[in-house]
C-alpha cells in the first residue's frame, strides 16, 4: 500500500438507486445494509444524496434517511452528500442537522448542494425556480448563522436545537462552487475523477482562496467518483454497465431509469446515439483488479492532494457492490471495525 493511499480518508456515498425488479423502498432498505457494511470495512464516512420526483433514485429525504442509517450504526460518521440548499428554507434545514446531532453526537456531517430541482414540474412543485441556485452564498451564510446565533435575516429567531452545536458543513461543487467553498471556509467536496484536469484547476483555486474560518481552519478537499474493484478488469467493468447506460438512457429519453443488470444491457439493441453515450459513461473511472486500482487512486490522490476519497458507484448487483467495497477497503487499508 503506498503512502498516499494510506493517508487518505475512504469513505461512501450511495444514492438508493433503484433497480429493476426492486421498488423504491428496497433501495432505501439496501442503502442503510450497505451503511452497516461500510461501517465493518473500516470506511470514514457514509453519506446519501438528496433527488426529487427521479425514477430511478429513491433518497428524496436526505436527512430522514441519514437518521435511519446513523441509528443503524454506532460509530462511523453520517451525513448527505448533499441536501441541496436551494430546495429548502435555511431554517429548516438548520433545524434537521440539529435534530441528528443532538440524537447522533459527534457522528453528523452537514453536505450541501447547491441544486434545485431536476424539471421545470419539479421545480414548481418545491416552490423554487432556477434563479433560486443564483442566492446560494447568501442562503450558506444564512444557514450557518442559524448555528452560530449571528443570522441576521430574521431578528430575534433561533433554530432549535441547533443553537451553539458544530455539525461539520461541507460544500459539493463541480468547479464554480469551489469558489463559494474558499470563501466561506469551508470543506470541498468536489468531482468527479474523470475529468481530472477541470477538477484540478477547481481544487488549485479552491485552496488559493481558501479563508480559514469557524468551521475549517485550512483547505480540506474530499474528491468524489465511482471506483469499482473485481477480480477480473471485464467483471469491474460490468460493474460499471448499469449506471452507464441508465445515464445514456436519460440523456437520449429524458428520463432516468432503474439500473438493469448486465446481461440486460449486453443483450440491448442501441442507436448509434445510445450506444456513444453508454460507451463515454464506461470511460474515465477507477475501474479495474485491485493492483490497477491501487495505481490509479495513488494517482488521483497525488494529483489532486485529497484528504478524503468519496466513493459514489452504483450498480445492480449489491452483492458486487458490496465485494468491491471490501477489495477497495484491503487496497486502501481503512481499519475494519469490530
Known amino acids: 500500500m503506498s503512502s498516499a493511499i494510506a493517508s487518505t480518508r475512504l469513505s461512501v456515498l450511495d444514492r438508493s438507486r433503484t433497480r429493476e ?11 442503510v445494509r450497505l451503511a452497516r457494511h461500510a461501517e465493518a470495512l473500516g470506511y470514514h464516512r457514509f453519506w446519501v444524496s438528496e433527488h426529487h420526483g427521479v425514477p430511478g433514485v429513491a433518497g ?16 462511523i460518521r453520517v451525513g448527505t452528500g ?4 436551494p430546495n429548502h428554507q ?9 435534530v441528528l446531532e443532538s440524537l447522533f453526537p459527534g457522528r453528523i456531517d452537514m453536505g450541501l448542494g447547491r441544486s434545485v430541482g431536476f424539471t421545470d414540474g419539479i421545480r414548481r412543485a418545491l416552490g423554487r425556480e432556477k434563479k433560486d441556485a443564483e442566492d ?7 444557514l450557518l ?16 436545537p441547533s443553537e451553539g452545536l458544530r455539525v461539520p458543513p461541507y460544500l459539493l461543487a463541480t ?29 488549485d483555486g479552491y485552496r488559493r482562496e481558501f ?20 477480480g477480473t478488469e471485464e467483471e469491474a467493468r460490468r460493474l460499471l454497465m448499469p449506471e452507464a447506460w441508465s445515464m445514456a438512457y436519460s440523456r437520449t429519453h429524458g428520463t432516468f431509469p432503474p439500473l438493469m443488470p448486465p446481461e440486460r444491457i449486453e443483450a440491448l439493441e442501441m442507436t448509434d446515439k445510445e450506444r456513444g453515450f453508454y460507451e463515454e459513461g464506461l470511460r474515465g473511472h477507477i475501474a479495474g483488479t485491485e493492483e490497477q486500482v491501487a495505481d490509479a487512486l495513488e494517482t488521483a490522490v497525488k494529483e489532486s492532494g485529497a484528504d478524503e476519497v468519496l466513493v459514489t458507484t452504483s450498480t445492480y448487483d449489491r452483492e458486487a457492490l458490496l465485494d468491491s467495497l471490501r477489495r477497495l477497503a484491503r487496497v486502501a487499508g481503512p481499519t475494519p471495525r469490530r
Do not use: C, K, N
Open 21 to 31: 425488479g426492486y421498488d423504491g423502498p428496497a433501495a432505501l432498505r439496501d442503502t
Open 60 to 75: 428524496s429525504a436526505p436527512t430522514v434517511l441519514a437518521a435511519a442509517v446513523a441509528a443503524a450504526t454506532a460509530s
Open 82 to 85: 448533499g441536501v441541496m440548499l
Open 90 to 98: 435555511p431554517l429548516v434545514v438548520a433545524e434537521q442537522f440539529g
Open 136 to 142: 446560494f452564498a447568501a442562503q450558506l451564510e444564512e
Open 145 to 160: 448563522g442559524w448555528f452560530t446565533g449571528e443570522q441576521s435575516a430574521h431578528p430575534r429567531v433561533h433554530a432549535r
Open 175 to 203: 468547479g464554480e462552487g469551489a469558489g463559494i467553498a474558499a470563501h466561506a471556509g469551508l470543506p470541498l467536496v468536489i468531482g468527479d475523477l474523470r475529468g481530472r484536469d477541470r477538477l484540478l484547476t477547481a481544487v
Open 211 to 230: 479563508r480559514p474560518s469557524l468551521w475549517a481552519e485550512r483547505p480540506y478537499v474530499v474528491v468524489a467518483g465511482t471506483v469499482a474493484v473485481a
